[in-house]
């Protein structure tokens, strides 16, 4: 597609519910990053994937994160057992090989309830 | 571990006028990389600038220049002749040069609202 693509765009669950979100960055960029953005604040770093790997993952929070990217494109990020502090602006950026831009999708809103 | 501060949660201006946007930040690399992105309601971060630490000169793309002050690690935002669509949320970010596992990631300011006023 034309650009970073995140679904859903919005999510509301309840406590302790699973939700899966989803990226699709741009076509031919292999590098991949997930921030989320609390309100009112800057996007922390959660992970970031080369390829189908994840090259680092410093940011995940505790191991109710996890985020797979199993073809080296699509990427999808998993949280167990949402808590209510999880709520948050998930955002996925792509970065282009060639200039080192960032693209960004407009993000999932979750809101854990 | 590099950390960037925006100091002004909130800026106004009046459409047509200027006003600058301030981001500090702190480091021990000596190369990398400092962006303005905006954040419009879209939630989507938009790349507004962009200046490499090893030039001197500071970086300009049309009504937007920055006032990069390497040695005071100052990085500021001037966004002249205002727009009504410059209202937005200002993200300050740094990124290091260096490759490793960690290239290209950035770190975020706390951000600072611009309203424009007509």
């Known amino acids: 597609g034309a650009g970073v693509s995140q679904t859903p765009s919005n999510k509301v669950t309840e406590k302790g519910k699973y939700v899966e979100l989803r990226c699709d960055p741009i076509?031919?960029?292999?590098?991949l990053y997930w921030y989320r953005q609390s309100l009112g604040q800057g996007p922390e770093f959660l992970i970031y994937f080369q390829g189908t790997g994840a090259a680092d993952d410093s940011g995940l929070p505790n191991d109710r994160f996890f985020a797979v990217r199993p073809e080296g494109s699509v990427s999808t990020l998993k949280i167990q057992r949402t808590e209510r502090g999880d709520s948050a602006v998930y955002l996925c950026a792509s970065r282009d090989r060639n200039t080192g831009e960032l693209f960004f999708g407009e993000g999932s809103r979750l809101t854990v309830l | 571990a590099q950390t960037v501060t925006q100091s002004q949660p909130e800026m106004s201006v009046q459409e047509a006028e200027t006003v600058t946007l301030s981001c500090t930040y702190d480091?021990?690399?000596?190369?990398?990389?400092l962006f303005w992105y905006k954040q419009p309601p879209s939630r989507q971060m938009i790349l507004v600038i962009r200046q490499e630490a090893y030039k001197q000169q500071n970086a300009t793309e049309n009504r937007f220049s920055v006032n990069f002050q390497k040695a005071a690690k100052s990085f500021s935002l001037k966004i002249s002749d205002s727009q009504l669509g410059d209202a937005a949320m200002y993200f300050c970010a740094y990124r290091s040069r260096s490759g490793g596992t960690s290239y290209g990631k950035l770190t975020f300011g706390q951000g600072t609202i611009l309203t424009v006023h007509p």
């Open positions: 480091t021990s690399e000596s190369d990398y990389y």
């Open positions: 076509s031919g960029h292999t590098a």
